[in-house]
């Protein structure tokens, strides 16, 4: 057994405050009037800081508490709406036109969060150098497909009805 667990070690024990005596609200406000009263430099910008972080914890609970519980008014989504009697040719040319577009949103996109990684001291360059060599390999054998489908629909549209102008 060790020597702080025996009979004659816990003698002093007896003699230790387990709790500490009752605190009056009344000694506890003298106590921080005597703080207050005091001339300290540190003072006055420990209480504005201690008071702005309560602020700050106390904001973030009642802006948490609002979060997701008001009832959400009905959203109304837009989608394009087509023609039925399109061709495969105009819907082709459509995914071409969508994916340009998606592209340089792409592209747009990663130069904003390329500025956030240079503010940030993050090196990309390297790493960006080879995603982007991945990056036009995968385009060029999208726009190839894409090409090659549209091809295909034009010769199977002329097939389908020579003479008849196709929109």
């Known amino acids: 057994m060790p020597p702080f667990a025996s009979v004659a ?28 009263r005091q001339q300290r430099q540190h003072k006055w910008p420990l209480l504005g800081l201690s008071v702005a972080l309560t602020w700050v914890i106390v904001w973030t609970f009642v802006i948490d508490a609002n979060t997701n519980t008001m009832p959400t008014r009905n959203k109304i989504i837009y989608v ?24 340089a949103a792409l592209i747009k996109q990663q130069k904003k969060m390329q500025g956030y990684a ?39 549209q002329k097939d389908a009805k020579p003479g008849v102008a196709q929109p």
């Not at 007896?14 to 609200?25: E, L, Y």
């Not at 087509?82 to 340009?100: E, G, T």
């Not at 790493?127 to 991945?134: I, Q």
Request: no cysteine; aromatic share 10%; glycine share 4%.
């Open 118 to 156: 240079d503010a940030f001291g993050i090196e990309w360059r390297d790493e960006e150098k080879r995603n982007t060599a991945k990056r036009k390999e995968a385009v060029k054998a999208i726009d190839a497909m894409l090409d090659d489908r549209l091809a295909k629909a034009e010769s199977a």
């Open 80 to 103: 394009e709406s087509w023609d039925a009697n399109r061709s495969d040719a105009a819907i082709i040319l459509q995914q071409k036109i969508d994916f340009a577009k998606r592209e």
């Open 9 to 36: 070690a816990i003698a002093y024990m007896g003699r230790m405050a387990i709790f500490p005596r009752p605190v009056s609200p009344k000694s506890a406000l003298g106590d921080f009037w005597g703080y207050f």
